[in-house]
């Protein structure tokens, strides 16, 4: 069975410009999550869904990050303009369905903002 | 909102127990986590435990919860350098998944 599949692996970018990170969740897998991990911390929520409905981004920022999960399977996360301060991991998971914490994650993007 | 701590490092003789302790503050935490990074991968389930549990034991795992004071600790017996990850411990309440920090274990031979 094939993981969580995520693109790109690394990605390095100037400020201003914009970038996508893209997720495949297992398939089967309802609810997916996209996690922002800072060096030396641990996973942070940015957003869940459930399907194709987003059911918590209270943690996204929204001037500049969107998120959008069509058709309830892949799901694409934008940041227009990157900034400085949005180098970090980016991180997708999913699960069979809400009410636990068994995520299986991705490997993560890496993002570079010079 | 809900916290969860972790001391950053511990180093381990490769063959010996590792011990990596966890507090949490959400009262509300239904299961605890462990979960491992190895370098450049994503986070993997290790173990977990429920919260009306005080002890799961997994192989060489074993997850000792101590409800009252929050706290839980992940103990690795024999541990071998594949051991070597960064472990994170994670309570789960109010349908959201809380990590801490991360705790890098190092193996010396």
């Known amino acids: 069975e094939a993981g969580v599949v995520q693109s790109p692996r690394y990605k390095i970018i100037e400020k201003k410009q914009p970038v996508a990170f893209w997720c495949n969740p297992i398939s089967g897998h309802n609810t997916l999550y996209w996690y922002l991990q800072n060096l030396g911390q641990g996973p942070e929520l940015l957003i869940r869904?459930?399907?194709?409905?987003?059911?918590?981004d209270s943690q996204l920022p929204k001037d500049r990050f969107s998120a959008e999960r069509l058709k309830g399977v892949d799901s694409t996360l934008k940041i227009q303009p990157a900034e400085l301060g949005d180098s970090a991991v980016y991180l997708c998971?999913?699960?069979?369905?809400?009410?636990?914490?068994?995520?299986?994650f991705g490997e993560g993007s890496r993002l570079t903002v010079l | 909102g809900e916290d969860v701590e972790q001391s950053l490092f511990l180093s381990v003789r490769e063959g010996d127990s590792s011990v990596i302790n966890c507090t949490y503050t959400?009262?509300?935490?239904?299961?605890l986590y462990w979960y491992k990074q190895e370098p450049g991968a994503g986070l993997q389930l290790l173990t977990y435990i429920f919260s009306n549990m005080d002890m799961k034991q997994d192989q060489r795992l074993t997850v000792l919860l101590n409800k009252k004071d929050k706290h839980l600790s992940l103990r690795i017996a024999d541990t071998q350098t594949g051991d070597s990850a960064i472990y994170f411990c994670?309570?789960?309440?109010?349908?959201?998944?809380?990590f801490g920090t991360g705790t890098r274990l190092t193996i010396i031979p």
């Open positions: 869904y459930e399907n194709e409905e987003a059911v918590d």
């Open positions: 998971a999913s699960s069979i369905r809400t009410g636990e914490g068994e995520l299986f």
């Open positions: 994670a309570d789960y309440g109010n349908e959201k998944l809380t």
């Open positions: 959400d009262s509300s935490s239904t299961y």
